[in-house]
């Protein structure tokens, strides 16, 4: 099987996903269209979501998104959609995450994170082979009463839906805010478990306290770089760690937080046998996908069907899935690997 095919068929888990920032063209298209219904162009709007070249200004193309996801009727859609999408790249296994908004008059935070349950309902129905969960994002930029509203709502959703919401995600712009650990060390306690953005700009202290705080994964970890000055000490304390690490390629390349591929922390953590996965980041804005990323890992790193596998599989342990849907993804990627030979 040529390998543009194979990463195509294999059977993937996404475990790095943010929810405005997968929607397709496609999808932007539609909401925009559903809110301005007599509006003829979209095109010129929606282009500038391709013009960034910073870390900073991809910041701002979520803001394109956002304001189009300020309906429930538009964040179900969105959801749909974008699981509609991963799940005709062969992903079995989606933990989306997405912050909560409150868009005054028209949503509140609770009706936000229910349109998403409604669209995990109904794609249950519809798309039956992938496995659905979410992660309620806490945005560092909007400050402790937010991050702590956004974890009270999480506790309630996960209390009703446990079959869907597993944990919290601490994301948004690295170069502000704060991590929030006291709070995200509350929602350890009901049982969420964590995954946290960590070391996306250089930041030593902070660093350090997100390794020490032990979240269940790690977000790009793109600073702590053995080829970095001084970062060796990180490097080894994220090895001691033994905390697995979601790597999203294409997305530090197009943030211009890593220079080339074949530089990309992948290659080292790889090297050591450090826990990690492959995930799109914002498939949406970085025109990705999460067989896209595999070919790249492939190509780049010179990685083999039989590690292109493993690499499937050793994401399996890390996902916030029970026992028992760990074991039903384990089945699925053996019978593929079967099938392979
Ligand atoms: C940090 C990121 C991110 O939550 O509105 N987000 N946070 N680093 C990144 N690397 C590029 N990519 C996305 O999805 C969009 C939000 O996800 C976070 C940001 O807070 C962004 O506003 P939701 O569904």
């Not at 500038?48 to 979520?62: A, P, R």
């Not at 969420?192 to 070391?199: E, G, N």
């Not at 600073?223 to 001691?240: A, R, V, Y």
Request: glycine share 4%; net charge neutral; charged share 25%.
């Amino acid at each position: 099987m040529d390998l543009e095919k194979l990463c195509q068929a294999l059977p993937k888990l996404e475990l790095h996903a943010h929810l405005n920032g997968s929607l397709s063209m496609d999808t932007l298209k539609k909401l925009y269209k559903m809110q301005n219904p007599n509006s003829k162009s979209s095109e010129d709007t929606l282009m500038s979501i391709k013009n960034f070249s910073s870390l900073d200004e991809c910041f701002k193309v979520f803001n394109i998104a956002h304001s189009l996801t300020t309906t429930p009727e538009a964040v179900f859609h969105s959801t749909y959609d974008t699981i509609k999408e991963f799940k005709e790249d062969n992903v079995i296994y989606l933990e989306l995450r997405s912050t909560p908004r409150a868009i005054e008059g028209k949503m509140t935070k609770q009706e936000y994170v229910e349109a998403i349950i409604k669209a995990f309902e109904i794609c249950k129905t519809d798309f039956p082979n992938i496995l659905l969960k979410l992660l309620i994002s806490i945005n560092r930029k909007q400050g402790y009463k937010a991050a702590q509203d956004n974890i009270e709502l999480a506790i309630n959703f996960f209390k009703k839906y446990p079959q869907y919401i597993v944990g919290l995600d601490l994301s948004g712009d690295p170069m502000t805010g704060s991590t929030f650990l006291e709070l995200l060390r509350k929602a350890r306690l009901a049982g969420l478990k964590i995954a946290a953005h960590c070391a996306e700009v250089p930041n030593e202290t902070e660093t350090i306290d997100i390794l020490k705080f032990k979240p269940d994964r790690l977000g790009h970890c793109t600073c702590i770089h053995p080829t970095l000055q001084g970062s060796s000490k990180l490097f080894n304390l994220l090895l001691d760690s033994k905390i697995p690490v979601e790597l999203c390629l294409t997305s530090n390349i197009q943030c211009k937080t890593v220079s080339t591929y074949e530089s990309h922390q992948f290659k080292y953590l790889y090297e050591v046998g450090h826990p990690i996965c492959l995930g799109t980041d914002d498939k949406g804005v970085f025109h990705t996908s999460l067989s896209h990323e595999y070919k790249i890992a492939s190509s780049t790193f010179g990685l083999k069907q039989e590690q292109l596998l493993k690499l499937c599989l050793s994401s399996i342990e890390y996902t916030f899935a029970t026992l028992e849907e760990k074991q039903a993804l384990l089945y699925e990627i053996e019978k593929f690997a079967k099938e392979c030979n």
